[in-house]
């Protein structure tokens, strides 16, 4: 029952930003966009979210389309320790099973040098 | 603030035998989540709570695999009997939700469990 698809893999050279992309087209007016990101061998860390508004942090930014069908995360200069899975989830907080953290399979980021 | 905290980090059992994993969830933190993560995959949601309830544990094995938890606050997670193919890593995470927006889920460093 996935809710977003994206791309298997992306590479970034080092300091250039990253976009990655996530298509939710089928969201309803309700749910969130949250990402996370895991970092080899390490528990997945959250990284931003928001619900229609682009959304920015010390991590990242995140834009919305208008529609909400679609969002891109944007890490606006890569490092090495950037290299992770990064997953899109949409998700309602706070409505039982509406409000479930599923994760797909994710973007694998390589950052290279 | 102290994180998600989660006990054992490794474990290795023989096949047959049962096992249990720990969780104690950032304090305050109303819902708790077991993921299970298997080698190149990404995490399967077992159980989600919220205080004592359960929210979703519809991929949750309940012939072998059981969670509890404990006034809303620690968590256990077991497995009786073991197959090879549980061979992964259980995640727990814990995130405020309730009224607040913070609802962002911390996670663990996870219990690697080996079936042999």
């Known amino acids: 029952d996935a809710k977003t698809t994206q791309p298997p893999s992306m590479d970034c050279a080092e300091g250039r930003a990253a976009n990655l992309p996530c298509n939710h087209s089928?969201?309803?007016?309700?749910?969130?966009v949250y990402w996370y990101r895991q970092i080899h061998s390490q528990g997945p860390q959250y990284i931003i979210h928001g619900l229609k508004n682009n959304e920015t942090n010390e991590m990242a930014s995140l834009i919305i389309t208008e529609d909400r069908k679609s969002s891109t995360l944007i890490l606006p200069h890569a490092t090495l320790r950037d290299t992770a899975v990064y997953y899109c989830i949409v998700r309602v907080p706070n409505t039982g099973t509406a409000s479930k953290l599923t994760f797909g399979t994710g973007t694998r980021l390589q950052v290279t040098l | 603030e102290a994180g998600v905290a989660q006990s054992p980090r490794y474990k290795i059992i023989e096949k047959r035998q049962s096992v249990a994993f720990w969780c104690n969830p950032i304090?305050?933190?109303?819902?708790l989540y077991w993921y299970q993560q298997i080698l190149g995959q990404g995490p399967k949601l077992l159980i989600q709570?919220?205080?004592?309830?359960?929210?979703?544990d519809s991929q949750l094995p309940k012939d072998r695999f059981s969670a509890e938890r404990l006034k809303g606050v620690d968590s256990t997670l077991k497995i009786q009997p073991a197959k090879l193919e549980d061979s992964a890593v259980y995640l727990c995470a814990s995130s405020l939700d309730g009224t607040g927006i913070r609802t962002e889920a911390f996670f663990g460093q996870g219990t690697r469990l080996t079936v042999v």
């Open positions: 304090s305050g933190h109303a819902t």
């Open positions: 709570f919220q205080n004592n309830g359960v929210v979703d």
């Open positions: 089928t969201i309803s007016g309700n749910e969130y």
